[in-house]
């Protein structure tokens, strides 16, 4: 079984400032690394799929990269609506895990 | 554009069962895998379980295993997730997603509460 392990748990940023996120699996799980947004009282949207692929409709500001066991998630120049709680997530092997999550406070 | 709807949730004591479903439309469901996560009040998310697209193939989390029950039925592109023996780690809000190694779109989410 595939444990994801995020850090930090919470960050408390300004708008406009640099945020990185980062996703350490338990065995290496090659690109199969996905990365979603929750805010507040909705449900979880795609962000990054295969660790660094971006997804239609979702801001340039937000990219991926890592393979193997160590994944980052960044945000370029923070704005206040990405307030919200980030997970990373692997579905290469069965269970599909997901890291702890990281809230993102502005 | 794609809409999941969840449907079913509700309070209900320990030991007794729970039916979930989930409406789709807006993609081609009798070609796509559907899975069931969950998210206990103010924890993360937790996978629950996954069924291919013609319901040929089903798997579970190990906390679920042997309780729960994934299905589909295709002609009315809904899923299901048959929940028994209900025990109160089991509250959440129950999501519907689609996608096979990702999740593209998720429901709003059914919230279930077993309390006795």
């Known amino acids: 079984e595939i444990v994801l392990t995020q850090s930090p748990d919470f960050q408390s940023v300004t708008p406009k400032e640099k945020v990185t996120i980062t996703c350490r699996a338990s065995?290496?799980?090659?690109?199969?690394l996905h990365w979603y947004q929750q805010k507040p009282n909705q449900s979880p949207k795609l962000l990054i799929k295969?660790?660094?692929q971006s997804i239609s409709g979702v801001p340039s500001r937000f990219t991926g990269s890592g393979s193997g066991t160590d994944f980052t998630l960044t945000i370029n120049g923070l704005e206040a609506e990405d307030a919200a709680t980030y997970y990373c997530?692997?579905?290469?092997?069965?269970?599909?895990?997901f890291g702890g999550g990281t809230k993102v406070e502005i | 554009q794609v809409q999941l709807v969840e449907s079913g949730g509700g309070v209900v004591q320990p030991g007794r069962s729970l039916r979930l479903s989930c409406a789709a439309s807006?993609?081609?469901?009798?070609?796509?895998?559907m899975h069931w996560v969950r998210q206990a009040p103010g924890k993360g998310l937790e996978w629950v379980a996954l069924?291919?697209?013609?319901?040929?193939?089903?798997y579970y989390a190990d906390s679920v295993k042997g309780r729960f029950t994934i299905s589909r039925d295709n002609s009315k592109n809904t899923l299901y997730l048959e929940m028994n023996s209900l025990r109160l780690e089991d509250t959440a809000v129950y999501y519907c997603?689609?996608?096979?190694?990702?999740?593209?779109?998720w429901g709003q989410g059914t919230l279930v509460t077993v309390s006795s």
């Open positions: 997603a689609v996608g096979k190694y990702y999740f593209d779109f």
């Open positions: 807006g993609f081609t469901f009798n070609n796509s895998g």
């Open positions: 069924i291919t697209y013609d319901g040929s193939i089903k």
């Open positions: 065995q290496s799980i090659g690109s199969t």
């Open positions: 295969y660790a660094s």
């Open positions: 997530h692997q579905g290469s092997s069965i269970p599909h895990a």
